[in-house]
């Protein structure tokens, strides 16, 4: 069990003793956060509601258009059912909270089961709004949800990743079979997507007066970087493909979007920057400005570097890959550094 917050701060120069009194504290509020979670969950509502005002605790309006409780957002269910299952597994290996474990765990089956209903009456496609029952909508100019139809024409986007990826670490804690071999499957068609221009964000934007749309010849390398946690994902359930998925994505982000060995000319190394064009080089606003994100940059470099530490611990590489991965782990410092 965890004992009770001491609110330990550490001090300018801590060592590692500092680190370990901190333990406690992290342990509390990772359980503190999913005992909420799970007190908040009703079986009524087969979704992970956390539709409250963080400054208040109250609850939204269940009417509210956006925050209330018949939108229901795909990024967040597709996320979540990672988030239980990750925190499942940690709690039973460190022996906490057997009680909250088993709440939790019948949490996960009753959301698996509703987006995978969801799912399969979109032809096996998830979106960023959703209603309860499963109808996709967007907002009309007034910012009412307007429900439309998933045809495939439309591009997949990060509702159909984040939601392949949750069903897959949900239907792996869970030793479902079935839901394993359909993730699997959804993964791929997502990963297809990706390399085949078929992919994009699919966010719709909350100010309805302030839409981004996607524009031709802006390449973002988003979609390449976040599909790393799958390939992580993948890996760690021993699934030889996440090797070979992840190399091909980290060797994409290094090529098209970060500045190695002064491959573009007025970049320091290091740099990141967050499209191309349709010439491969670096995408400018229309003041010539390089747009960079260093936020997204950190986020890449913990990216590879969590399929590169599961990729070493997995027996799977070979002598080739390991070489590979060698040479990536020698530039991720340098963009850490640099951003």
């Known amino acids: 069990m965890t004992t009770n917050f001491r609110g330990f701060l550490l001090p300018e120069n801590f060592e590692n003793s500092d680190l370990q009194a901190m333990v406690s504290d992290c342990e509390t509020m990772l359980v503190s956060v999913m005992q909420a979670i799970a007190d908040r969950f009703d079986s009524s509502y087969p979704f992970v509601n956390t539709k409250l005002d963080l400054m208040t605790g109250a609850d939204f309006a269940i009417d509210d258009p956006i925050r209330g409780q018949n939108a229901v957002y795909g990024w967040i269910q597709g996320r979540a059912l990672e988030a239980l299952s990750g925190h499942c597994a940690w709690f039973r290996k460190k022996g906490l909270v057997p009680d909250l474990v088993g709440r939790l765990e019948m949490m996960m089956r009753q959301v698996l089961d509703q987006v995978r209903d969801m799912r399969a009456q979109n032809g096996g496609r ?21 429900v439309f139809r998933l045809t495939p024409d439309i591009p997949l986007g990060f509702s159909d990743m984040f939601s392949a990826k949750g069903m897959f670490a949900a239907a792996c804690y869970l030793g479902d079979g079935e839901t394993k071999a359909e993730s699997l499957s959804y993964i791929n068609m997502v990963d297809d997507a990706v390399w085949t221009g078929r992919f994009e964000n699919d966010q719709v934007p909350l100010d309805p007066t302030n839409i981004v749309l996607p524009q031709p010849g802006r390449h973002f390398h988003g979609p390449f970087m976040i599909e790393l946690g799958t390939a992580a994902m993948l890996v760690l359930q021993g699934e030889q493909q996440g090797v070979t998925m992840g190399l091909r994505l980290i060797q994409r982000e290094l090529d098209h979007y970060i500045q190695v060995n002064g491959r573009v000319d007025g970049l320091l190394e290091g740099d990141f920057w967050e499209a191309i064009d349709d010439a491969g080089m670096p995408y400018c606003d229309e003041n010539g400005q390089v747009l960079s994100d260093p936020g997204h940059a950190l986020e890449c470099v913990g990216l590879v570097l969590k399929f590169t530490q599961s990729a070493k611990q997995s027996g799977m590489l070979t002598p080739e890959q390991q070489k590979e991965i060698d040479r990536i782990e020698t530039v991720m410092p340098l963009i850490l550094h640099r951003n």
Do not use: C, I, S
Request: proline letters at 14%.
């Open 126 to 146: 998830l979106w960023f709004f959703m209603t309860p029952d499963g109808q996709p909508f967007k907002l009309d100019k007034k910012g009412t949800p307007t």
